[in-house]
């Protein structure tokens, strides 16, 4: 038997979550995803946005179901580490001591990952804009 869940506490989760990474940081890596958000990062270090704002995401409506997205748009800077353009293959979310992380793949607005950038190609320097970055309770 599958546990199911109303919208309400499916938006009680993702408020939880929200709250979670506030105060946070996101990274930006070139090269392979490790296995899991438990291990240390895996690639380079190309961007970071820290710390991140607390209204990050909307509050979860009963319009938005079990979904929520970011509350305005979200800007990082390529370090130096990002030379003249590298690629971006994945993210990681961290609350503000670190405990709590959440990985995913970074792909242009046009693709299909967990994570979308205006530019996926960073320079040391450049800022990019993040275009989205959703969650969902199934």
């Known amino acids: 038997m599958a546990i199911t869940l109303t ?3 499916r938006r ?16 930006l890596y070139a090269g392979a ?13 190309i961007a970071e946005a820290a710390p991140l704002p607390a209204d990050l995401y909307a509050p979860a409506s009963a319009a938005a179901g079990a979904a929520k997205d970011l509350n305005q748009a979200l ?3 390529g370090l130096p580490a990002a030379g003249t353009g590298t690629a971006a293959s994945w993210y990681r979310l961290e609350s503000a001591d670190g405990v709590h992380r959440a990985d ?7 693709g299909a990952g967990d994570l979308t950038l205006d530019n996926v190609s960073i ?3 450049q800022v990019v804009t993040i275009t989205a970055l959703p969650w969902q309770v199934p």
């Open 123 to 125: 320079a040391s320097g």
């Open 12 to 27: 009680l989760m993702l408020d939880a979550l929200d709250a979670t990474f506030n105060g946070g940081r996101l990274r």
């Open 7 to 9: 919208d309400s506490v």
């Open 33 to 45: 995803r490790p296995a899991s958000a438990a291990a240390a990062p895996t690639g380079t270090l």
């Open 75 to 77: 800007t990082v800077t």
């Open 104 to 110: 995913g793949d970074v792909t242009h607005t046009s």
